[in-house]
């Protein structure tokens, strides 16, 4: 795995954390809207109620996302980071990842060169 990839994880994980829970919350709107549109009367109040509360504790508490980040970083965990080269810039490869943003580029051109050097030896 390259080293690269295991620093971008743990770099990033705070931000897909919260990107996932907004999602999970997303989710929940979207049922809730269901059953205001076609619950039937007696069971509806019951029904939101419950998903609210469940809404609530799923954020909260973040299990979901906090298990998902656990066993991702479990199995980063198992494997041998293999060191990326600091000298790769995107001139190197000329605009191999155009549009991409500078650090961006240079993450992936560093990806590229550590697949590349595993192929070839």
């Known amino acids: 795995m390259p080293e690269i990839l295991l620093d971008e994880f743990a770099r990033n994980k705070d931000r897909v954390a919260a990107a996932a829970a907004r999602s999970l919350q997303s989710h929940f ?43 991702i970083e479990k199995l980063l965990a198992s494997v041998s980071p293999l060191p990326t080269s600091a000298s790769v810039s ?3 490869v000329g605009g191999i990842f155009p549009g991409a943003p500078q650090t961006t580029q240079r993450s992936n051109m560093q990806i590229f060169e550590m697949l590349c050097s595993q192929a070839i030896g």
Do not use: M, Q
Not at 29 to 48: H, I, Q, Y
């Open 29 to 71: 709107s979207l049922v809730r809207d269901a059953v205001n549109r076609f619950g039937e009367e007696p069971d509806k109040a019951a029904t939101l109620k419950t998903l609210n509360e469940v809404d609530h504790a799923a954020i909260l508490k973040g299990e979901a996302v906090n298990a998902s980040i656990s066993r």
């Open 90 to 92: 995107p001139a190197d």
